[in-house]
């Protein structure tokens, strides 16, 4: 998957819990999430901040764009822990500390060949 189709993927399934990302989904999604946040802050800190460096009443960008892609952003992580064979609930480990190391192996880790109990493999071309 190319990082267009990724960014549209995201957008297109972004209440679907349901299936299996790919590899190349996953993260072309965590690199457009997290460029646009870097950008829009610095929009933030040098555009529509007072000369004193205080906000200006504005709402931050980041914040916004963060909430606006908080729901794509889950449901991508859950297809993509589906694509291993885990559960979704398996996202829940960001709340702790020590289980973002679990997260990230198996957010890196290839996915499984052929269909699963998540449904059939994303990197199969279906006609």
Known sequence: MHFPQAIISGFT???RFTGRACLS????????TMVAAIMLGMLDVFILSTPAGQNSGNTSL????SLATLLP??????????NV?????????LLTIIG???LIYWQSSRGTTG???????????RY
């Open 100 to 102: 973002a190391i679990p």
């Open 73 to 82: 952003s889950l449901s991508v992580g859950v297809r993509r822990l589906h």
């Open 85 to 93: 064979n885990h559960s979704g609930w398996w996202a829940l480990l």
């Open 13 to 15: 399934n972004y209440v």
């Open 62 to 65: 980041s914040i916004l764009f």
């Open 115 to 125: 269909p699963n109990n998540y449904g059939p493999d994303p990197l199969v071309m």
């Open 25 to 32: 989904e996953y993260w072309y999604w965590f690199l457009f």
